[in-house]
């Protein structure tokens, strides 16, 4: 499957592959007990631009800062009138190996409004 860049992703765009790298990552969510859940928000990119990754639970601890991640069959949602990535449970994340790119972050297109 081909590697979507960064920069041609457009809200609710869906089954997309792209290989990131986390540039930041901050847990907002963190709920203990048998239902608990972890959620991250992390600002990932590649070297056509940035985006906002919504990480959940084992996901969190693959998307930490300075890694190189693979998405397969992610999704663009509309937040708040932001894009986001989001990978279901029908998709996959996972570690990247061999990756060397410097994530451009002064287009995030995170920061666009729609709605």
């Given at each position: 499957m081909a590697v979507t860049p960064v920069d041609?992703?457009?809200p609710n765009a869906k089954?997309?592959?792209?290989?990131?790298?986390?540039v930041d990552a901050k847990v907002v969510v963190d709920?203990?007990?048998p239902k608990g859940s972890?959620?991250?928000e992390c600002i990932v990119g590649d070297s056509t631009g940035a985006i906002v990754l919504q990480a959940r639970d084992e996901q969190v601890d693959i998307a930490q800062a300075?890694?190189?991640?693979?998405?397969e069959g992610a999704k663009v949602d509309v937040f708040r009138g932001s894009m986001r990535l989001v990978?279901?449970?029908t998709g996959k994340m996972e570690v990247a190996e061999g990756e060397d790119f410097r994530?451009?972050?002064?287009?995030?297109?995170?920061?666009?409004?729609?709605?």
């Open positions: 041609e992703l457009r089954d997309l592959t792209l290989v990131v790298k986390v709920r203990k007990g972890k959620i991250a300075g890694a190189y991640i693979r998405l990978v279901d449970k994530p451009a972050v002064g287009n995030n297109l995170s920061l666009i409004e729609f709605e």
